[in-house]
């Protein structure tokens, strides 16, 4: 069973995929100073995975968390995916501006997850990862997930190489799936339950009952919901936003501007108002970034704005 107190995890955290590269290069000292931010602004919850730069990002993360008190933050990373050498080079093809030194490979294997981890940890500079996550399962084969990857994430828990497990999907379907067939303690859902995507979703009322709680990424959207005036060429989903999602996004900030609340601060607290969801994690890639998101997170919000923003996002 879990030993992580999910309350250590505290009501934001920070996303390592921008610091591992994701659509730009950034500085190694502009990644390792936004890192210092977060901490310094007190976040104590770190979300990475080897799939964010080819494992640059476990590196930058490392690089500044190994040298804090281990026992006062909370690191997770992911499996599924293991790093291969790859000879013929190049530049990564899936979203990341880093060299493809290496290659990802998919393993759902006990062997493939628990040499994943010992990886991780080598690039981290950490002796432990408190959260492993299964990543994108519905990616790759959800049933091989389900069958192969969770059941050693519990062996794993029970041995007490890790305090808690769970898996992280785009698809709200996939993790419901995924905790039906496995006791899982964190679900790390992206997108999917946003202010601009408010369905009734089974899997938070599911995750309720189980007391599964939910870490929410992706709350701005791919950036649509990030800036209280939605911009023309504002993405969606990772893709330029339609005009009936641009329209949507434009009402909200309507909204909450009548109400003297900028989007952005809506969309960050929105996840929180479902009692399943214990974290919203961010992404930065500056500390300027940082510093708004941990504003944000704590700017009040009148009760009104939601009532009057509830089902926006729906239609």
Same mark, same amino acid.
């Given at each position: 069973m ?12 920070f996303?390592? $995929?921008?610091i591992?590269n994701?659509y730009?290069a950034i500085p *190694?000292?502009?990644a390792?100073a ?9 976040v /104590?919850?770190f979300?990475t #995975?080897p799939?964010?730069g080819?494992?640059l990002?476990?590196?930058?993360l ?5 040298? !804090? ?6 690191i997770s990373? !992911?499996?599924?995916r293991l790093?291969?050498?790859n000879?013929?080079g190049?530049?990564?093809?899936e979203?990341?501006d880093?060299p493809?030194?290496?290659?990802r490979?998919w393993?759902?294997?006990?062997a493939g997850?628990r040499r994943?981890i010992?990886?991780?940890l ?15 399962? *519905?990616v790759?084969?959800l049933?091989?997930g389900?069958?192969?990857?969770l059941?050693v994430?519990? !062996?794993l828990?029970s041995?007490?190489?890790v305090? #808690? ?6 698809s709200?379907?996939? #993790?419901?799936?995924?905790?039906? #067939?496995a006791d ?7 997108g999917?339950y946003?202010l601009?995507e408010?369905?009734d979703v089974?899997l ?6 189980? /007391?599964?709680g939910?870490?929410s990424?992706?709350a701005?959207?791919s950036g649509?919901?990030? /800036?209280s *005036? ?9 893709a330029?936003?339609?005009p009936?999602?641009? $329209?949507?996004a /434009?009402?909200l900030?309507?909204v ?17 108002r479902?009692?399943a ?7 930065a890639t500056?500390p300027e970034?940082?510093a708004s ?6 700017e ?5 704005l939601? $009532? $009057? ?7």
């Amino acid at each position: 069973m879990n030993s992580l107190d999910l309350h250590r995890l505290g009501r934001l955290g920070f996303g390592g $995929a921008g610091i591992g590269n994701l659509y730009r290069a950034i500085p *190694d000292g502009e990644a390792l100073a936004t890192v210092l931010a977060a901490w310094d602004t007190g976040v /104590r919850y770190f979300d990475t #995975a080897p799939h964010y730069g080819l494992g640059l990002s476990e590196q930058r993360l490392g690089a500044v968390l190994r040298d !804090k008190p281990r026992d006062e933050f909370v690191i997770s990373t !992911k499996v599924g995916r293991l790093l291969e050498p790859n000879p013929a080079g190049g530049r990564d093809s899936e979203g990341f501006d880093v060299p493809a030194t290496t290659r990802r490979v998919w393993d759902f294997s006990e062997a493939g997850i628990r040499r994943s981890i010992e990886e991780s940890l080598e690039r981290l500079g950490l002796s432990r990862v408190d959260i492993v996550y299964l990543h994108d399962p *519905d990616v790759h084969d959800l049933q091989a997930g389900i069958t192969q990857g969770l059941p050693v994430l519990e !062996k794993l828990r029970s041995e007490g190489l890790v305090s #808690a497990i769970g898996v992280g999907t785009n698809s709200a379907e996939a #993790a419901l799936e995924c905790i039906e #067939a496995a006791d899982l303690d964190l679900v790390m859902l992206a997108g999917r339950y946003t202010l601009l995507e408010q369905p009734d979703v089974p899997l938070l009322e599911r995750c309720s009952q189980r /007391r599964t709680g939910v870490v929410s990424v992706g709350a701005y959207n791919s950036g649509l919901l990030a /800036r209280s *005036d939605v911009s023309e060429n504002a993405h969606y989903n990772y893709a330029p936003a339609s005009p009936e999602v641009l $329209a949507r996004a /434009r009402r909200l900030a309507a909204v909450c501007r009548d109400f003297g609340v900028e989007l952005p601060t809506a969309a960050l607290q929105f996840p929180l108002r479902h009692p399943a969801v214990v974290n919203v994690t961010a992404g930065a890639t500056s500390p300027e970034q940082v510093a708004s998101n941990v504003a944000r997170m704590e700017e009040p919000v009148p009760e009104e704005l939601w $009532a $009057a923003l509830e089902g926006l996002g729906s239609d």
